[in-house]
């Protein structure tokens, strides 16, 4: 395990059968998305099916432009390979209304969504099946 991997690994913690990853502090939009690609590719490495992504702490940075929704849900998409199931909790003014990168992100296979509080984004993610579970 690298250095970046034993990062995450003590900064995920464990709530009623997800991982949940709260990033903080202020970043430039390159860096939080780096910050939560790094989180979804160490899910998906570790066999972590659902994952909360709570950056209501993380800011600095200005609402992404369509164009840059776009690209960000292709990398998240990519990344998480239909294998992880991601719910974020973002703040308010980061949401779109149209969720467009909720769409982007679901037509390239990945199942995702985004919420302005963390237990509402937990209560949608804990109604989700684990994709990295085997059906019984």
């Keep these: 395990m690298n250095e970046s991997e034993d990062k995450f690994r003590s900064d995920l913690n464990f709530e009623d059968g997800c991982a949940c ?14 910050h939560c690609t790094e989180a979804i590719s160490f899910a998906r490495t570790y066999g972590i099916g659902r994952l909360l992504i709570d950056a209501t702490q993380l800011g600095g940075f200005p609402s992404p432009t369509v164009a840059e929704r776009y690209w960000i849900a292709r990398n998240f998409a990519f990344q998480a390979k239909t294998l992880v199931t991601v719910s974020f909790a973002l703040q308010a003014h980061l949401l779109d209304p149209e969720r467009f990168g909720v769409t982007v992100a679901t037509n390239l296979g990945m199942r995702t969504n985004a919420f302005s509080a963390k237990s509402e984004a937990l209560a949608w ?6 994709p990295m579970q085997t059906p019984k």
């Excluded at 990853?21 to 780096?34: D, F, R």
């Excluded at 993610?125 to 684990?130: H, M, N």
């Design 21 to 34: 990853y709260h990033p903080a502090g202020n970043v430039s939009l390159a860096e939080a998305v780096e």
């Design 125 to 130: 993610l804990l109604t989700q099946p684990d």
